[in-house]
């Protein structure tokens, strides 16, 4: 076998052994050095992303066996378009955050760039793990690196918060092992392939179990998607944890947007016999709560932080909306809403970041400060995200909500979903308008020359900020990986068979 049949694992392998170097001498205690080699492997994971994407277009889904052992009971890692879709999203995400961590952030406490590896192992692992088991192990990492993670530079607040997140987590792992019990005591099996295959042809007498099962992986997934009730954890956390750790918690969510997708819609989909589509009854109703939920909190915004993250939860109520239509159309639209709102949301969470380097006092509240040093510059940033987060035309976040429109199927479902998504649309305008009104015309004062954005911080907003006037202009294509990625998920479940190779299409 060449080096390329083994790339499946690199996104996983790259930053794990990057971890471990940074904690040795001679990287250890050097932060150019550690700075250097993450960089060199965001950028790695950037090119592996790509490969890995063409890969899936070319071959189709491939199942990975970790050390030979095969299907269904060999470790799987699957790359498919969704995946590498979410592989590439990552890297681009973590580029721009190590980016702008590395202008001086990383360095206010211990260990930023290891667990930083470490964080994007546990996300990469979750795309590529094709068992449920390993999608726990993963959890569990990237969990144990956002731990500290979110109290990198300390402070009291901080404190509070990631108490508050730990504990919930803690809960959730402990509720997710119990799920993973009942399903393996129904399925004999935990390889999501093979479970998508037999679900349909469960005994009667392990129907409820595997449906108890179900329930409480969306629960899980549920807390880790900020769906109501479940999200309270997330403003707090979000808004004062780390400008760069912020942003790339952006992807958190998201996490547990793809794990529905892929336990609740490839498993218990349209195929799953007697539990077919078990969990859209639930999503429907906490969907749109949630939606209105994050609305609320928007209007009760006082931090530029605390704004972007509840826009944060308005975006998950949007793609559990389109979870809850359950149409390969509705995961589609779901899937480029999510690429927009992660990135633009990420950007947000730095802009604030600048913002409140230069407004001493004042920070990112909404109250009179001083202005800050670069107006024109912070402000063009925070004009562009602000249109791309309420979905204005020409940028992407206007195409997703509008994808997302088009996938009602019925007259009944346009009725319940469009009057909440384009009231979250003026909800957002007039938060955001009141924002930028605040931070850049109510000043009071001279700005400090010496507290200009650092050239690392300014290129990391424009990476993730370009990305939005790109796919409009790629939106085509685009579309395409969406509508192949969602296919894919909706489409019938094959057998897994015991010869399946690590160069074998298999249908996940």
């Known amino acids: 076998m060449s080096l390329m049949d083994h790339l499946i694992f690199f996104p996983v392998l790259l930053p794990l052994v990057a971890g471990v170097l940074l904690l040795l001498p001679p990287l250890h205690g050097d932060i150019a050095r550690q700075r250097v080699m993450a960089f060199a492997v965001n950028a790695a994971l950037i090119l592996v992303a790509l490969i890995l994407l063409g890969q899936s277009l070319k071959f189709g889904p491939q199942m990975y066996m970790m050390g030979d052992w095969q299907a269904p009971f060999g470790i799987a890692l699957v790359n498919d378009t969704l995946a590498s879709i979410m592989l590439v999203l990552t890297a681009i995400l973590a580029m721009a955050a190590h980016l702008y961590a590395c202008a001086g952030d990383d360095n206010k406490g211990p ?26 192990v993963f959890f569990e990492i990237l969990l144990i690196a956002s731990y500290s993670l979110l109290i990198h530079g300390g402070g009291k607040q901080r404190t509070q918060a990631a108490v508050h997140y730990v504990l919930l987590n803690l809960a959730g ?23 998508a295959y037999k679900v349909a042809h469960l005994n009667k007498e392990n129907i409820e179990l595997a449906k108890s099962g179900g329930l409480l992986l969306l629960v899980v997934f549920g807390l880790k998607a900020a769906l109501l009730p479940l999200h309270f954890w997330l403003p707090r956390t979000y808004a004062y944890t780390s400008t760069p750790v912020a942003a790339l918690f952006a992807i958190m969510t998201k996490v547990g947007i793809y794990s529905i997708w892929r336990v609740h819609t490839a498993i218990f989909g349209d195929y799953a016999g007697e539990l077919a589509d078990l969990a859209t009854g639930w999503l429907w109703p906490l969907a749109l709560l949630t939606l209105v939920a994050g609305i609320v909190a928007v209007l009760a915004s006082q ?24 149409t390969p159309e509705a995961t589609a639209a ?4 999510l690429i927009h709102s992660t990135l633009l949301s990420a950007a947000l969470f730095l802009i604030a970041g600048l913002i409140q380097e230069q407004r001493a006092q004042a920070q990112d509240r909404f109250v009179k400060g001083r202005p800050v040093a670069q107006p024109l510059l912070i402000g063009s940033f925070f004009f562009i995200a602000a249109l791309g987060l309420i979905g204005m035309p020409p940028f992407s976040g206007f195409i ?7 996938a009602s199927s019925s007259a009944v479902e346009a009725s319940w979903i469009w009057a909440p ?3 979250s649309g003026l909800t957002a305008m007039i938060m955001l308008t009141r924002a930028g009104s605040t931070l850049f015309w109510r000043a009071a004062g001279q700005p400090a020359q010496a507290e200009k954005a650092h050239p690392l911080k300014v290129t990391a907003v424009v990476i993730l900020l370009a990305c939005s006037p790109l796919m409009v202009i790629l939106g085509g294509p685009l579309s395409d990986l969406t509508v192949t990625a969602a296919q894919q998920l909706h489409a019938q479940p094959l057998p897994v068979l015991p010869e399946a190779t690590a160069v074998t299409g298999v249908n996940p």
Do not use: C, E
């Open 111 to 136: 260990f930023f760039q290891p667990l930083f590896m470490f964080q994007v192992v546990g996300i990469n692992g979750a795309f590529l793990t094709g068992d449920i088991f390993n999608l726990f």
């Open 303 to 326: 931090t530029l932080k605390m704004l972007a993250s509840n826009l944060v939860i308005v975006s998950a109520g949007t793609l559990l909306i389109s979870l809850a239509l359950n």
């Open 173 to 195: 792992s402990a509720m997710f092992l119990f799920g993973l019990g009942m399903i393996y005591a129904s399925f004999g099996t935990l390889n999501m392939a093979d479970m």
């Open 334 to 337: 779901g899937l480029y809403y």
């Open 421 to 423: 998504l384009l009231l």
């Open 400 to 406: 997703g909500k509008i994808l997302i429109l088009q």
